[in-house]
């Protein structure tokens, strides 16, 4: 039978939970800590060995489902491998040690990262400037609309407004009405791209930017984007580029080349660090040149042989976060960008986009894929005709994915498309991995028509059956009590 019980349950007060003789010690150890410090009270610690306590996390560590135990063609979150030589340098006790508060001479080092990164990530977005303090995509989505307010307000215009296709990441919406705009959606055509007709309506002079994710979030690149740019900067709209899916145009084109006035990036997707479970993210927000003197508090600099932060001007929106940038995570993309080099890069996004067409063409006969006519580096199923057949929902196609051992693809997600699933292979997964995927979509597909009640009850091989959403959202239970 498979052990679910949590530690405080394996409590046995026949057990000790130390291995040392603590009596003996005990007055030489309370005197070594801090009376504050001290809790009177340690009847909540669970009685048992260490061998147990060994046992019981490595058993909850082996539940755990990661890049590293399996696919995770969740779309929209590139979940790629993330390669060991990252975290072996993020690891390093010379990295890892330093306290945020060091002098400027003894962290010579990490400015160096801080700066050369930022010096990649100029290059690799073609954009002007780079900011690397904020700590998530939408962190970054909040920084760069506040750039966008400060510099309207500097030209003393009033721009209430933000336009965002109806195909966007719910951040985009959540970030422009935290900075304080109203958002205007801006339609889709039939086939996934930006209606220019739609766009051309809801242009002003009341709007401060048009926020556009590029591929969009159906895995499209958007086709009239010289005529956007064209529209939006004829009225001085700054066009914002929600760079989540950079990992498809990686080596191919820039979003500062192609127009785009602000980009956030996030290096927890792209550039291969570890996220999932709220982060850790870091989401370093770009710049043309009219912008640069509204970015955020601190720049690093090198002059006269010394790397240092300097505070930016008084145009600065000010700092976003405590001291500057999520360093770790930064570090390791510095590693993966310099571990790449040029050559690896330029292959980067062509792999990408070849893997997520290879699994789009086993598929195609089968599914009702959404983006046409072509695929980027992600691809939409609707699985509405299936769902209306059968009465079952995305979720019990999503949930028996699991029964094969796979992480279930986004569901849901883009809002424009019914019954969806949004499958993102990313680069790093071999043919083999994709063959094996396809022909498991395609069983269970059959398993639908055959025997709906295996989707309806699914999962059945996992350790934890299907739970209640609503109630783990709205009621979690996060603390151990004796008394529950
Ligand atoms: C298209 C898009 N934009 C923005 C975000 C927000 O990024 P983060 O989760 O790092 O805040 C995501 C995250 O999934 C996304 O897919």
Redesign the pocket.
């Known amino acids: 039978m498979k052990d679910k019980n949590i530690i405080f349950e394996k409590s046995n007060n026949c057990i000790s939970s130390y291995s040392f003789n603590i009596e003996k010690n005990e007055k030489d150890i309370l005197n070594n800590i801090p009376q504050s410090l001290l809790n009177d009270n340690l009847s909540f610690m669970p009685d048992v060995s260490e061998g147990d306590v060994a046992r019981h996390f490595i058993r909850l560590s082996n539940r755990n489902y990661g890049v590293d135990t399996g696919f995770y063609p969740l779309g929209?979150?590139t979940m790629k491998y993330n390669p060991k030589i990252n975290e072996k340098v993020a690891g390093n006790p010379d990295f890892a040690n330093i306290h945020p508060y060091s002098s400027t001479e003894r962290v010579q080092g990490v400015l160096e990262v801080l700066y050369k990164c930022r010096e990649a990530l100029v290059e690799i977005t073609g954009m002007d400037e780079i900011d690397l303090s904020p700590c998530?995509?939408?962190?970054g989505?909040l920084t760069g609309l506040y750039i966008i307010k400060a510099y309207f307000k500097n030209k003393k215009e009033e721009r209430p407004i933000i336009l965002v296709p109806d195909s966007a990441?719910g951040?985009?919406p959540a970030s422009a009405s935290v900075a304080g705009f109203k958002v205007v959606s801006v339609k889709s055509d039939a086939d996934g791209f930006v209606d220019i007709d739609d766009l051309k309506q809801k242009v002003s002079k009341d709007v401060a930017c048009f926020m556009l994710?590029n591929p969009n979030?159906l895995g499209l690149y958007e086709k009239n984007l010289d005529q956007i740019v064209k529209i939006c900067h004829d009225l001085d709209i700054q066009l914002y580029y929600?760079g989540?899916?950079l990992n498809a145009i990686l080596g191919i084109s820039k979003p500062g080349e192609t127009g785009f006035d602000v980009v956030h990036l996030?290096l927890?997707k792209s550039f291969a660090t570890p996220h999932g479970g709220g982060g850790p993210?870091a989401?370093p927000v770009g710049v043309k040149k009219h912008l640069i003197d509204f970015l955020p508090g601190e720049n690093v600099v090198y002059k006269n042989n010394k790397y240092s932060l300097e505070k930016r001007g008084s145009l600065s929106i000010g700092k976003v976060r405590s001291f500057y940038a999520n360093f770790s995570v930064v570090l390791k993309s510095y590693v993966y960008i310099v571990s790449l080099g040029k050559e690896g890069f330029s292959k980067l996004g062509l792999l990408a986009l070849l893997n997520a067409n290879y699994l789009g063409v086993l598929l195609k006969e089968y599914f009702d894929i959404a983006t046409k006519p072509h695929i980027m580096h992600e691809f939409v199923i609707s699985l509405q005709k299936e769902c209306d057949e059968t009465h079952l929902t995305v979720m019990d196609f999503a949930k028996r994915i699991l029964d094969y051992g796979y992480h279930a693809p986004t569901v849901s997600f883009p809002l424009i498309v019914h019954s969806c699933l949004m499958v993102e292979p990313t680069e790093t997964e071999s043919k083999e991995t994709l063959d094996k995927f396809a022909e498991i979509l395609i069983k269970i597909l059959e398993e639908s028509k055959t025997n709906p009640d295996l989707l309806k009850n699914s999962p059945v091989n996992t350790p934890i059956k299907r739970v209640d959403d609503v109630m783990a959202a709205r009621t979690p239970v996060l603390k151990y009590s004796k008394d529950e």
Not at 136 to 139: I, S
């Open positions: 929209s979150c998530a995509g939408a962190h989505e990441h951040t985009n994710t979030t929600d989540a899916n996030n927890h993210g989401g």
